[in-house]
């Protein structure tokens, strides 16, 4: 067999393969028929309700702070309650959210929450230093303080709240 014979013959078995393709390509579009459309209108509260987590972890009576601030959608918010505390009670809220993990039981040198002893010479810094101390972090002789208290997620104001409920109950 030639070359010019067996290119001939290969085109040939390539052809027939390709239009083979083609015609069972044609066959499985007109047995297979046309997908359903999906319905898309799923009610938020049913999304939420089949895609929650099975528990929760709370430390205390606290209610769960959110981590991240979402846009307004429903899904989320149905998922992620918002947790919004009045401003007078911003302090408690953050303390029993993130602060008494260190402070409830005087981790790592935390003074404990109400301990007015403990609490003496750091309230006689002056409420802007602690303030700073805790929104930036601190390391002392007796422990160490992670910025913010190791929640990130806060704001300085929220920090500062936490600050000020902690001292105003160790006065």
């Not at 260190?102 to 230093?129: E, N, Y």
Request: proline share 6%.
């Amino acid at each position: 067999m030639t070359d010019r014979a067996f290119f001939k013959s290969f085109a040939g078995l390539i052809g027939a393969l390709v239009a083979l393709t083609v015609v069972i390509f044609i066959i499985a579009q007109m047995v297979g028929g046309k997908p359903s459309k999906v319905e898309t209108t799923a009610d938020a509260k049913a999304v939420a309700e089949r895609i929650k987590p099975v528990g929760e972890v709370t430390v205390g009576t606290a209610e769960p702070v959110r981590a991240v601030e979402v846009s307004s959608n429903p899904v989320m918010e149905a998922i992620i309650p918002s947790a919004q505390a009045a401003p007078a009670d911003k302090g408690k809220t953050v303390y029993e959210g993130t602060c008494v993990a260190c402070h409830g039981g005087g981790i790592a040198g935390a003074p404990k929450f109400g301990d007015k002893a403990a609490w003496a010479p750091r309230i006689a810094l002056g409420i802007k230093t602690l303030h700073q101390q805790a929104i930036k972090g601190f390391q002392g002789k007796t422990g160490m303080m992670p910025p913010k208290g190791g929640n990130m997620s806060l704001s300085d104001a929220d920090v500062m709240a936490a600050v000020d409920y902690m001292v105003g109950h160790s006065k």
